[in-house]
C-alpha cells in the first residue's frame, strides 16, 4: 500500500494520473491538505470516484506559521494527522517538492511503522528548476535530540517530468513521470470530474493566454505583473486575450482592467485546461510561470511561451530573508528551458518591453499566415 501527500491542485492532478498510469492495481490512500482554495470539496468527489482506499483532508492551517521551527513542532505535538498515520503501513510514501511539515511528520511517523518505507519525492511542478537544500543548523540539532529523521536526507527516488535537465542531488535516485495520456479516456473523465471542468468559450477563442503567478498572494510583489501584462499586450493588433488566474490566488486582481477576459473557473489546474484544449497555437505569457512548459513536458505539445520575468527581476523580493527572488541558478534553469523545445522560435525571454512587445507581434503574425 503507499500514499500521496497533495498540497495543491496540480498534485491531486498528478496523483490520479500516476494511479491511473502506474499504480492501477495498487491500493493508494491520499491525503490532501487545506493549503488551497476549494480542498474540502475536491476530498468528497475524490472520495466518490472509488479508485482510492481512502482519502483524507487535512486541516494545516494551524502548523503553517513560521519557517523552520514549524518543521519540528508538527512532528512532536499531538495532532488527527499524526494518530491517522499511526495506524497506517505504507511501503512507500510520495510527496510533492520537499518542503513542510507535513513531510516530515509523515516521514517520521511512517519509517517507525515500517523501517523499510521508501520516500519519493514528485515535482512540484513540471519544469526545470533548481532544488535548494536549506537545513537550518539549529533545527538540525533539535531534529537530533528529539530523534527525528530529515525527510530531504533520505530520499529514494526524484521524479521528474524531465529528469535528464535537473542538476545531480545529494541522495535518491531520479525517475521519469509519465506524460498524459488523452487516450485513457476513464483517467480523463476522472479528472474532469474531480475539478469540475466545464468547457471556456473565452479560453477556446482566446490568441494570448496571460499566467498569473501566486508571487502577490505570497508576497513577493503587489501589482507589478499586471501593470507589465498591460504594457506587453498594447500592440497595434487585435487578438483575443484571458487571464488564467493562479490556483491560490484568493481575489481577482484583474477585474478592474477593461476586455480583457477572466477564464471563469478557478482552483482547476492548467493542465486540466490542456488535456481539454489543445494549446500548441496559443501564446502564453507569464514572468515565470511554470505551467507555462507542462505542454511540452506532461502532454508533449509545445506552445508559444514568452516570458518576462528579466524585466521586473528586480523587484521580486523573497520576503523570508529579503533577497531576490531570482538568483543567477533560477534565471539559468529559466533560460535552459529553451533547449528542450523542438521548435526553439516557440519560446523567449524578453529582457525588455519593447522585445516582449515585437515577439508577440511576430508570433500573432505567424498565427494568422
Known sequence: MIAFFCRTPIHIFRTIQLKYE????????????????????????????NIFENVYYIDDSTYMKGRHLVDLKACVIKSEFKKILSEKKYRELFTYNIYGPFNEVGYNVLKKNNIDLKYNVVEDAPTVYGIQYKENKCIKYLFKIFNLKSSIRNINC?????????????????????????????????????FEYKEDVDLQNADVILMEECYSNDGLIKNEDIELFKQV??????????VKLHPRSKINRFYKKPNINIIKAQGIPWEVYILNCPMKDKILISLSCATMTSGKFMFGEESYSLLLFPIIEDKVIDTY??????TEERKKKLSSQKQMYDDKNKFFIACTVKEAKNKLFEWLDNKNE
Do not use: H
Open 233 to 242: 499586450i498594447d500592440i497595434d493588433k487585435k487578438f483575443n486575450a484571458v
Open 321 to 326: 530573508d529579503k533577497s531576490k527572488y531570482f
Open 22 to 49: 502506474m499504480f492501477e492495481k495498487e491500493k493508494v490512500d491520499v491525503y490532501v491538505f487545506s493549503s488551497f482554495n476549494g480542498a474540502s470539496n475536491i476530498v468528497q468527489r475524490l472520495k466518490k470516484i
Open 158 to 194: 526524484w521524479w521528474f517530468s524531465s529528469p535528464e535537465s535537473m542538476s545531480p542531488f545529494k541522495n535518491g535516485k531520479k525517475q521519469k513521470l509519465p506524460m498524459v495520456s488523452r487516450q485513457n479516456k476513464k483517467m480523463c473523465q476522472t479528472i474532469n470530474y474531480v
